[in-house]
């Protein structure tokens, strides 16, 4: 720590103090050091943080510091960093988000021939081109589209492969059984696939959800 930025992180600290501060709080954009907003920052109390404003834009300093830091973070899965600055300790507590996708809750969804008159017709051409006992669709959910993808996989690759534009309805048959799950299209929603029984004259849809899961994680300490 430079004598300038321990100079600024002084007046940074009286300001704070006078405010009522237990501790100032800054966002930062984990792949650049910058704070977000500028002259803002929570003001945090045991009780509760609001939002205050400095009288300087302290973010250059604050920029120049946190470059200066070996934090030894993984930038790919780190979602957001926070500077934190505590008055009468004299500290700065640089801490971060960490983010992982994992599995979530999961379901399944059946749909048979017999019950459903639209399904019908699909397995008879099904069965008539050849696709029997069954076969494997996927899918997956991202960005604003998920989509359920082109090819099916037939009796577990034992048979060459086709393609679901080449019977009628199919599709927009998958899609509407994934319509039972709202939201399975956006980000990284979801993820799982449909196994098609032409011999059992059974659709199963076998549903996970994609989950995001946070962990707090301090980098470092440091006096002023």
């Known amino acids: 720590m430079t004598d300038k930025q321990k100079a600024v992180f002084e007046l940074i600290s009286k300001y704070t103090q006078s405010r009522g501060c237990e501790y100032l709080e800054i966002d930062i954009d984990p792949w650049n050091n910058i704070p977000y907003n ?18 300087f834009d302290a973010s250059e300093i604050i920029t120049e510091f946190l470059n200066s830091l070996d934090h030894g973070f993984d930038e790919d ?15 700065i507590i640089v801490s971060g988000i960490y983010q992982d996708l994992g599995d979530g ?28 006992p069954y076969a494997e669709v996927r899918f997956n959910g991202g960005g604003d589209d998920g989509y359920i993808e082109s090819e099916m996989i037939i009796d577990s690759g034992n048979k060459p492969s086709q393609m679901l534009e080449n ?19 956006i980000d990284e929603g979801s993820y799982g696939n449909f196994i098609i029984g032409t011999k059992t004259g059974v659709i ?21």
């Open 167 to 185: 019977f009628a309805g199919l599709d927009d048959f998958l899609y509407n059984m994934l319509s039972n799950f709202g939201g399975w299209e």
């Open 38 to 55: 500028g002259r803002n920052f929570g003001c945090g109390t045991e009780e509760h943080e609001t939002r205050d404003k400095l009288p």
């Open 77 to 91: 899965n780190l979602s957001g960093m926070s500077f934190r600055l505590y008055p009468k300790l004299r500290k």
């Open 105 to 132: 809750g999961s379901s399944e969804l059946e749909v048979d021939e017999e019950s459903d008159e639209n399904l019908k017709p699909i397995m008879d051409e099904l069965k008539e081109k050849g696709v029997y």
């Open 204 to 224: 199963k849809l076998e549903f996970t959800w994609n989950e995001y899961k946070y962990e707090d994680v301090v980098f470092g300490e440091y006096d002023f």
